[in-house]
């Protein structure tokens, strides 16, 4: 209702808003059974702050894209948790659920996204040789 204090509109408006995409996707996109893959979306943006404190405007909406990918992601191995990961299809034949196939895509454009943010993998410093490492990882009995 306008001019009534309180209501400012339908559910969707964002004016004023801090973060859109973040109640876009709670309000519009994601069903009320797979809310809490939004809580992983949002504790990794505040990873990326933590490790890159002076973002820029450009590098923020980096993020928020790789959160948003994030997402999808976990909402695809949801639906194959639900449904099934294998499903049989025509001819008697089976494939895996979709949504564990789209899940894969979207994880690697995540990370591609944070790679683009300069937080790609980075080299383990190791302070013994390889002979060494080798001598100290177990050896587990062939079962030959």
Same mark, same amino acid.
């Given at each position: 209702?306008?001019?009534? @204090? ?6 969707? =408006?964002?004016?004023? *808003? ?18 809490? *893959? ?8 505040? !990873? ?5 404190? =002076?973002?820029?405007? @450009?590098?923020?909406?980096? &993020? ?8 999808? &992601?976990?909402?695809?191995? &949801?639906?194959? !948790? ?41 080299? @383990? *410093? ?8 080798? &001598?100290?990882?177990? @050896? ?5």
């Amino acid at each position: 209702m306008a001019g009534v @204090k309180g209501r400012s509109g339908p559910p969707m =408006n964002t004016n004023a *808003v801090k973060h859109p995409h973040r109640t876009y996707m709670k309000r519009r996109v994601v069903p009320a059974q797979y809310r809490w *893959v939004l809580s992983p979306g949002d504790k990794l943006i505040e !990873k990326i702050k933590s490790d890159l404190p =002076n973002m820029s405007g @450009k590098e923020e909406l980096v &993020a928020e894209g790789v959160a948003m990918l994030w997402t999808c &992601a976990l909402l695809g191995l &949801a639906e194959a !948790k639900d449904r099934g990961f294998i499903v049989e299809v025509a001819g008697g034949g089976w494939d895996f659920q979709p949504g564990l196939k789209s899940a894969g895509g979207f994880l690697d454009k995540a990370l591609k996204g944070l790679v683009s943010l300069g937080l790609g993998r980075r080299a @383990k *410093v190791v302070e013994s040789t390889l002979a060494e490492l080798l &001598a100290a990882t177990p @050896k587990e009995p062939h079962a030959d």
